[in-house]
C-alpha cells in the first residue's frame, strides 16, 4: 500500500548546526555540579562514558569524581533530651557518596534544531531512537508544527480534526463549561487574568489538565480554565511540566486528580488502554474511522506500541492481516 504523498513540504535552508550537536541527537549526557564546595563548575559527561569504575575529573578545578568514594560535608552528632538531660545517642560523618550522586544527576541530551543541551524530560518519546527521546525538543516541534499548520489544505485540517476525534472517542468528553467557570471563579488557573468580562471560548477556553494525546478525557471535574495565552504556552504539556508544585498541589485539590499523577512524568490514561483491550469497542472505532486507518488509526496505534507496548489491533475480531502488515511497515520506519 503506498504511502500518502504529503501536501506541503517545509524546505530548510541555512540551517545552523553546531559542531557539537553534530551527530549528538540520540547521545544522552549527565550533567551536574562539581562537588568541591569551592567550585561552581558545572560538568558534562557521556553516561556511556561512566564505567562501573569512573573518575571523573573537574576540568575547572581537578577535582576527582570517583567511583566508591565520597564526600564529607560536615560533622555530626544526635542528641536526645529526656527529663532535662540531654546525652549523645550516635554521632558520625555527613557525607555523599560520588556514585549515587552522578547517579540521581540530570540527564539531558541535544536538540537537533535549536542546538540547546536540554532534559530528557523536554523531549517526546521516541522507542526506536537508542535515547528513547525524539531528536527535537517539544518547543522545536510545537514551532515547526505551527509553520506546517498555516500551509495545510482543508483537507489536512479535517484530517487533523479527525486525529482529535479518534482521541476524544477514546479518552471520552463530558464536560459543563458554565460549572468549570464556577470552579475557577472564571479567572485563569496559571496567571490569574480576570475572565469574567470574556465573552467567546476561545478566549477562556477550557484545557485538558492531563492531555488528550496520552488518552485523558475532558470532564468537568478535570476540565482547567486558562486563559488563550496560558492554554497556548501549556499546548498539551504534562502539568509538572507546566505548572509549579504549589500550582499543582492546588490543581489536584480543585480536579480530583491524584497530585503523584499530576506531578509525575507523562503517562497514559489506564482506563483509556482497558477500553482498547475491549474488542466490540476497538471493532466500532475501526468501522467509524476506517476512511482514516493509514493516516489516524494507524499513527495512534503505533505510538501506543512504541511507548507502552500496548497494541489494541491484537483486540480486533474483523482488521484484516494487510492493514497488520502495513502499519507494522510503518511502525518500522
Known sequence: MARRKPYSKLVRENKIIAPHVKGMGDVVFRQFQCLNHCCQNIIIVKEDDIKDDFDIECPACGFHHIDGEETKFFDYRMEVTSENVTSTVENGEFTIYHEEYIESSMRCKYCIICNA?????????????????????????????????????????????????????????????????????????????????????????????????????????????????????????????????????????????????????PKYNPDAIAKLSNTEFVDALLVKYTKYMADTIIPLR???????????????????QDWIDYANKQLKR
Request: proline share 2%; charged share 25%; glycine share 4%.
Open 302 to 320: 503505533n505510538r501506543l506500541i512504541r511507548d507502552i507496548n500496548f497494541d489494541f489491533f491484537e483486540y480486533s475480531n474483523i482488521i484484516s
Open 117 to 265: 543541551l536540554k532534559t530528557l524530560d523536554e523531549f517526546d518519546n521516541h522507542s526506536s531512537r537508542k535515547s528513547k527521546k525524539q531528536g527535537e525538543c517539544r518547543q522545536c516541534k510545537k514551532i515547526y508544527n505551527s509553520i506546517k499548520n498555516g500551509t495545510r489544505t482543508s483537507d489536512q485540517h479535517r484530517e487533523s480534526g479527525q486525529k482529535r476525534r479518534l482521541l476524544l472517542d477514546i479518552a471520552n468528553m463530558k464536560v459543563n463549561s458554565k460549572e468549570v467557570y464556577k470552579n475557577y471563579d472564571y479567572t485563569c488557573f496559571a496567571c490569574g487574568a480576570d475572565l469574567s468580562e470574556v465573552t467567546t471560548a476561545k478566549e477562556r477556553p477550557l484545557d485538558h489538565t492531563l492531555p488528550v494525546f496520552y488518552l485523558w478525557p475532558l470532564t468537568t471535574k478535570s476540565a482547567t480554565l486558562l486563559c488563550r495565552t496560558c492554554n497556548g504556552q501549556k499546548s498539551g504539556a504534562w502539568p509538572s511540566d507546566f505548572y509549579s508544585i504549589q500550582q499543582l498541589k492546588l490543581l489536584s485539590i480543585k480536579t480530583g486528580i491524584d497530585y503523584t499523577i499530576l506531578s509525575g512524568k
